[in-house]
């Protein structure tokens, strides 16, 4: 579920092409196996949504007259009216009516009011690094008052490379300017037909261990995040942010009812189910498992009411259970994949 505005410029794409949104640079594809867009400020994936597979076989654009064309089911008249994105399962996942200003499909949420710039835009996958949250670990400043986060999400990032097949694509991304004194970022996302698998590595360069933490921030469209089920974490034992971090125990599966903030310590692959649609969730480097919506009373300013029951994050991560530490000349690479559960 992604904002009208962004819509509109993916339905103006015909390949692939650079754009303004929001006062972000932003790069979009549309193309036979699906659509892309990745904001430059962050390296920060808003969307994908991959074709419907009769559009694949045909080797059509996802455009909703070529999906209805292959046989896929018409969008709602609404989304239609507002530019909706592909006729398919997956178009209308996110739920059949979307709030105003929003477009229903794709696998991942935009809010529809980003923040001015510098601010960073809630939404899609932003990359956390150096740190996850306000656990500080790797932040240089005198008062370690660095930014809620760490500074990737919010800097500029340069396109380095984009490598084209008949499949998909790949982006290699990497900051503009130095955002730590020993360790370096680089980005990089796989999109196709069947998945969307983006990569945070950090090299370091320096001279002294360095301990750090970060996460892959995803916010996942769903149809109501209070009526969602996420499979695979059964036994895991978790940190409740909102309970003072107290450790408990997972019993039985997850089913999201309301507001919650913990930290799972598994790296199990997980299954989420909105109702409409069952999403698989892989992660790599990650031992920390992050579930999180703010709840009804709690949304952050920059999302609308309307708009805020429509994602729930699922993260890999790295946090005070599984920080790493780098010594000079090692990497980490931190991984999250997504894919259709039947896929898989």
Request: aromatic share 6%; hydrophobic share 40%; glycine share 10%.
């Amino acid at each position: 579920m992604i904002p009208a505005s962004l819509r509109a410029l993916l339905d103006d794409t015909a390949g692939q092409r650079r754009a303004e949104w929001h006062g972000r640079d932003v790069w979009l594809a549309n193309e036979a196996w699906g659509e892309l867009a990745v904001s430059l400020q962050g390296a920060q994936v808003l969307h994908f949504l991959p074709a419907p597979e009769d559009a694949q076989a045909a080797g059509a654009s996802p455009a909703p007259e070529d999906a209805q064309a292959a046989g896929a089911s018409p969008a709602p008249e609404d989304a239609q009216a507002a530019g909706a994105s592909p006729a398919s399962e997956d178009a209308q996942a996110a739920g059949s009516l979307a709030p105003e200003g929003m477009v229903s499909g794709g696998w991942l949420w935009v809010t529809p009011t980003p923040q001015a710039l510098p601010g960073a835009i809630r939404g899609g996958i932003p990359l956390c690094w150096p740190w996850f949250a306000d656990e500080h670990i790797a932040d240089e400043s005198p008062d370690r008052s660095g930014p809620l986060h760490g500074p990737a999400r919010k800097a500029d990032w340069r396109l380095d490379a984009v490598d084209e097949h008949e499949e998909g694509v790949e982006l290699h991304l990497s900051p503009e300017t130095r955002l730590h004194s020993q360790i370096t970022p680089r980005a990089v996302i796989q999109a196709n037909a069947n998945r969307l698998h983006v990569e945070l590595i950090t090299e370091h360069t320096g001279e002294t261990p360095v301990k750090m933490s970060g996460a892959l921030h995803s916010y996942l469209a769903v149809a109501d995040a209070f009526t969602c089920r996420l499979e695979g974490l059964p036994g895991a034992r978790y940190l409740d942010k909102l309970a003072g971090f107290a450790e408990r125990e997972q019993q039985g599966e997850l089913g999201v009812r309301g507001s919650l903030d913990r930290i799972y310590h598994s790296n199990a692959e997980l299954t989420l189910d909105d109702g409409n649609r069952r999403l698989r969730i892989a992660r790599q480097g990650s031992d920390s498992a992050v579930v999180w919506h703010p709840g009804d009373d709690a949304l952050p300013a920059d999302t609308p009411a309307e708009v805020g029951r429509h994602f729930l994050c699922v993260e890999a991560a790295n946090t005070r259970l599984d920080p790493v530490w780098l010594v000079p000349g090692a990497q980490h690479l931190l991984g999250t994949t997504l894919s259709r559960a039947e896929d898989a």
